[in-house]
Structures are given as structure tokens and as C-alpha cells.
């Protein structure tokens, strides 16, 4: 640990100004650019023998908001055969991980415990399960499926941990291939209700109390759904991509898209900012980062900023961080890159000495409410 700590200290040193740029640096042309902001890159994180993998699950740790885990696997979505990673990094040392566990298969998709933060769950591409303990110091998990114990049987794309049983056992739901998902968020409000995304493209609104089917189905992409998320602040709204190019916003009552956003590349990944409920961020295939604010625009991005040459690469995830004003993308050859967020990517009432005042939940979803009745309205008066 005495070890762990000196290393810190030499790697802040050495990146200090970088450190400093993450703290205090606002982006002073944001003043005179009108709704237009910029990524200002921090930190690349790089570990050795990582370069032939994928980075195909990013996750902040929801007490410690200075660290995120990392699930790496191959760039063939069906090679089961190939090894992975699953890596823990940590802010404070963006130059080596926290932890580093290598795994027989490749790693999918990882989920941190909400409030055992030390709990690591990772699903891999042979449809196995794991959970990693970060207090104990092997690298191996304490627990994991097998074909004895069930498992999948095809890769596990998405896992999510969930309340202790009533016995206090702790659990987490896993979703696999083998029944054509590809992805799956829960609502962050209403108990049991979550939406899935398919290999068909379509959208399925389900709860964990009408198990036989579900309650509505969206015919939502041509291609398969890459991601569906609800939006941090507005109960009635989710958001979804796919390789089909487009993005679209959706109010979970309605059947149609409140909103279609085609960024002319294929999308990889996609997510609603925490700092602003009309703003969402998008990666695509050709190395691009999109940001858009629905409620200045939905046809012209206030962000577009190359992160990895097409040609050399590909981008695969991102995630906001919850609280810090900063995001992470994850590409094809292994590396996690870091940006913060110019103040036109998350803009904020300010009070009179120019100080960002804190977030208003209410006020945010009255925000996307006025963008949502906008739209419909839009809709009706359409011939």
C-alpha cells in the first residue's frame, strides 16, 4: 500500500498540469462560439498486452467517483476462444491499474455494486458470470458460474446489480444472446420496469412482474439496437442507437420516436449527461464523439470532435461520469480515453456572481418536457 501511494505521488507530480486542467481550466472560448463547446483531452489509459483487445464495457464506481472499471474482450463479437481483461483504473494513476485480472474469455460487459463498491461483476463472451472482491488479494474471482452451476449460452451482453434478497444475499441479473438481447437499462424510478434492446432492432418495454411479455414493443432500428437508456432526470424518457446511424429519443407512453437524429456513421454507443437532461452523448464506429442539446438543436451537434482516426481505430463506449464534468471513451485497440467538458457541454443556471448553481431536478424536467410537447406538437401540425 506504502508502494501504491508513492507511485501516486511520482504520476501527479509528473502530470500535474493535466490534474490542474481536470480541477479549476474552463474553456474561456465557450464565451464567444455561441452553443458550440469543446472535449479537452485529459488522461489516455493504456495497459500492457491490452492493445489486441477491445474495450467493450466502461463503469464508474458510484461511492469512489475517481475510479471505473473496464471490460475488455476481442474485436470478433463471437470469438468465445480468446482471453480479456477486466481492469480497475483510478484517476489519482491513470498510468497503470488499480487492478488487473485476466480472464479465460473474453469480458463483455461489468457492473460495480452501488454500495459494495469493492463487488466487481463482469459477463463474458462464453456466457459465463464472475464477481471480483477488490479486497481480496487474488486474481481470481471469489465466485463464478460454470457449466455444472448454469451459465449462458451465448455471450452475457449486460449485467446490473440489484437489491440484496430478503435473506440480505447479493444479486445482479445478467442477459445473454441466447435470447436475442443486446442491451438493457432499468428504471431508476419505477421498481421493475426495464426496457431490452434486440438483435432485430426493436425496443421491449418489460416488467419483472408480468414475466410472460412484455408491455409494449417499439419497432424501433433497422439494424440491431446497440444501447437503450432511460434519461437521468425525465421518468418518461429513453434514449437508443444503432449501426443503422441513427439516435432517437423516445417517451416510453408513446410507440413512435419522439426524436430521430441520424449522424450519417454507424453508432456504437450512447448516453443522456447527468449534468443536463436535454444533452446526450454519442460514440460512432469512425471515431467520432457527438453531443447534442435536443433543446437548441436536433440536427446540428454542439460537439463533434475526432478521437481516434477511423483508420486506425474505432470507438465502442462511453460513460459520463455522475458527479466530476468529465467523460471516458473507450476504441477497438484497448485504451480509455478522458475529456472534461467545456461549460457549453453542460450548461447551467448561473447565479449573480457567475457561479454555477447546483442541479435542479424539477427544472431539468421541465426542460426536456418543453422539448418533448414541442416535438409532439410538431407532429400533429405536420400534413
Known amino acids: 500500500e506504502s508502494c501504491k501511494l508513492m507511485e501516486r505521488a511520482v504520476v501527479q507530480n509528473s502530470l500535474c498540469d493535466i490534474a490542474i486542467d481536470f480541477k479549476f481550466y474552463e474553456d474561456p472560448s465557450d464565451e464567444f462560439i455561441g452553443h458550440e463547446g469543446t472535449l479537452m483531452p485529459l488522461w489516455n489509459f493504456r495497459f500492457k498486452g491490452t492493445k489486441h483487445l477491445t474495450v467493450s464495457a466502461l463503469c464508474w464506481n458510484r461511492r469512489?467517483?475517481?475510479?471505473?472499471?473496464?471490460?475488455?474482450?476481442?474485436?470478433?463479437?463471437?470469438?468465445?476462444?480468446?482471453?480479456?481483461?477486466?481492469?480497475?483504473?483510478?484517476?489519482?494513476?491513470?498510468?497503470?491499474?488499480?487492478?488487473?485480472?485476466?480472464?479465460?474469455?473474453?469480458?463483455?460487459c461489468v457492473d460495480i455494486h452501488p454500495h459494495k463498491s469493492y463487488l466487481v461483476a463482469a459477463g463474458f463472451y462464453d456466457g459465463n458470470v464472475a464477481v471480483y472482491n477488490l479486497k481480496v488479494e487474488k486474481l481470481k474471482?471469489?465466485?463464478?458460474?460454470?457449466?455444472?452451476?448454469?451459465?449462458?449460452?451465448?455471450?452475457?451482453?449486460?449485467?446490473?446489480?440489484?437489491?440484496?434478497?430478503?435473506?440480505?444475499?447479493?444479486?445482479?441479473?445478467?442477459?445473454s444472446l441466447d435470447v436475442s438481447c443486446t442491451s438493457i437499462d432499468f428504471h431508476k424510478e419505477i421498481p421493475n420496469l426495464f426496457l431490452v434492446g434486440t438483435l432485430e432492432g426493436m425496443i421491449l418495454k418489460c416488467s419483472m412482474t408480468y414475466t410472460g411479455h412484455p408491455m409494449e414493443v417499439y419497432d424501433a432500428h433497422l439494424l440491431s439496437v446497440g444501447t437503450v437508456k432511460w434519461n437521468p432526470f425525465h421518468p418518461k424518457v429513453f434514449i437508443s442507437c444503432s449501426c443503422d446511424?441513427?439516435?432517437?429519443?423516445?417517451?416510453?407512453?408513446?410507440?413512435?420516436?419522439?426524436?430521430?437524429?441520424?449522424?450519417?456513421?454507424?453508432?456504437?454507443d450512447v448516453a443522456f449527461s447527468p449534468h443536463s437532461s436535454t444533452v446526450f452523448a454519442a460514440v460512432t464506429r469512425r471515431g467520432t464523439v457527438y453531443f447534442y442539446d435536443v433543446s437548441i438543436s436536433i440536427y446540428e451537434p454542439i460537439c463533434q470532435q475526432e478521437v481516434v482516426n477511423k483508420r486506425k481505430g474505432q470507438l465502442t463506449k462511453l460513460e459520463f461520469n455522475p458527479i466530476h464534468l468529465i467523460i471516458i471513451v473507450g476504441d477497438g485497440k484497448g485504451c480509455i480515453h478522458s475529456f472534461k467538458l467545456s461549460p457549453n457541454l453542460r450548461k447551467r443556471?448561473?447565479?449573480?456572481?457567475?457561479?454555477?448553481?447546483?442541479?435542479?431536478?424539477?427544472?431539468?424536467?421541465?426542460?426536456?418536457?418543453?422539448?418533448?410537447?414541442?416535438?409532439?406538437?410538431?407532429?400533429?401540425?405536420?400534413?
Not at 460454470?146 to 442477459?175: A, R
Not at 447546483?358 to 400534413?383: T, W
Open 64 to 108: 469512489y467517483l475517481d475510479m471505473f472499471a473496464v471490460g475488455m474482450g476481442t474485436e470478433d463479437y463471437f470469438d468465445q476462444q480468446c482471453g480479456g481483461m477486466v481492469l480497475v483504473y483510478s484517476l489519482k494513476n491513470p498510468t497503470y491499474p488499480e487492478y488487473a485480472y485476466k480472464t479465460a474469455s473474453g469480458v463483455r
Open 245 to 268: 446511424m441513427t439516435v432517437k429519443i423516445w417517451d416510453h407512453t408513446v410507440t413512435t420516436p419522439i426524436s430521430n437524429i441520424d449522424l450519417k456513421e454507424p453508432v456504437e
Open 349 to 383: 443556471p448561473k447565479n449573480k456572481k457567475g457561479q454555477e448553481l447546483p442541479i435542479d431536478p424539477q427544472e431539468e424536467v421541465g426542460k426536456l418536457e418543453k422539448f418533448l410537447i414541442s416535438r409532439l406538437n410538431a407532429r400533429q401540425s405536420a400534413p
Open 141 to 175: 474471482p471469489v465466485c463464478a458460474s460454470s457449466p455444472e452451476t448454469g451459465k449462458h449460452m451465448d455471450p452475457v451482453i449486460q449485467l446490473c446489480w440489484q437489491k440484496d434478497d430478503i435473506n440480505n444475499n447479493h444479486n445482479f441479473y445478467s442477459v
